[in-house]
């Protein structure tokens, strides 16, 4: 474990288990291209991160890729969500760029800058699908951010992710119908990834508050970055939590509230509808 900065950089016990396994089987050299080409990829998310002002926690190596942690706060924008996922797959694309300038040169093995090829492609392909917590899961998330309340937002998704992850574990049984094997890497990383979104389905209410939790802090910290404003307009009999599940990412909502008859009772600033939720087992609209 190093740490540099403050981002803390890491193996997962198991990524070492495996490079002590390759070195048995005479595997070394493939398995560390692999990891070099990974901490690029990761590098590549840090690197943007910093640049646009966001902290980088860790960066840890697992046996099948790399995650970094990003931490999260109230002004990390969909824009700058995208920007950091797609930096990865972007590092791929320039190393591909690279080793195809060396082949045309004639510089280095032929075989070894093929395999930096392959290699790049299969991370950067791989790292677009549409599945939390990859790039492409991370995109999707933050587009459907830009068009939908933020709930909704984690619940779709969560839901993507799965059926992604399930049609991943149906590809990677699929030999089995000719009487091939199971391509088992690809069965416990499709496992892994169901998994994690089934888990990360479920505690979407969780989630949900901690995004509520870090709007209210941004009120007080950055009062500017608020978005525009957005109405939304509400029964006073209506529940905060409903309300609430119609806050979109980057917009401010006033709501306004009306009674049975139709005629406006009061216009209320969403923070004040985060703080009464918190506040409060029964809280009320407006007092």
């Known amino acids: 474990m190093i740490n540099i900065r403050g981002t803390v950089i890491s193996l997962h016990p198991l990524f070492v288990l495996v490079m002590l396994a390759s070195v048995i089987t005479g595997r070394f050299l493939e398995l560390i291209t692999l990891f070099i080409i990974v901490f690029i990829h990761e590098l590549g998310h840090a690197f943007a991160a910093a640049a646009l002002g966001c902290k980088v926690r860790s960066i840890q190596m697992l046996p099948f890729g ?32 690279l080793a195809l300038l060396c082949k045309t040169l004639g510089l280095g093995e ?28 991370k995109v999707l998330q933050a587009a459907i951010s830009l068009v939908a309340p933020y709930h909704a937002t984690l619940l779709w998704a969560s839901r993507i992710g799965i059926v992604f992850s399930l049609i991943m574990v149906g590809y990677s049984l699929l030999p089995l119908l000719n009487g091939g094997g199971i ?75 009306m009674n049975r008859r139709g005629s406006l009772m009061a216009v209320v600033p969403e923070q004040r509808v985060i703080s009464s939720f918190f506040s409060t087992q029964d809280p009320l609209l407006y007092s």
């Not at 990360?200 to 802090?217: A, C, I, K, P, T």
């Open 66 to 97: 790399g995650v970094a942690v990003i931490e999260e706060n109230g002004g990390m924008t969909a824009l700058k969500e995208i920007t950091i996922a797609l930096a990865g797959p972007l590092q791929n694309v320039i190393m591909i760029g």
């Open 110 to 137: 032929a075989a070894f800058l093929e395999y930096i090829i392959q290699g790049n492609m299969m991370i950067a392909l791989f790292n677009l699908l549409p599945v939390l917590p990859l790039d492409g899961g």
């Open 183 to 257: 391509q088992l890497n690809l069965l416990m990383i499709g496992m892994f990834l169901a998994y994690s979104n089934i888990e990360d389905l479920r505690n979407v209410h969780y989630r949900f508050l901690r995004f509520l939790v870090q709007r209210s802090e941004l009120y007080e910290q950055s009062p500017e970055s608020i978005g525009t404003a957005q109405p939304i307009v509400a029964d006073s009999a209506k529940p905060l939590s409903d309300i609430m599940r119609l806050f979109k990412r980057e917009k401010y909502h006033l709501i306004y509230v």
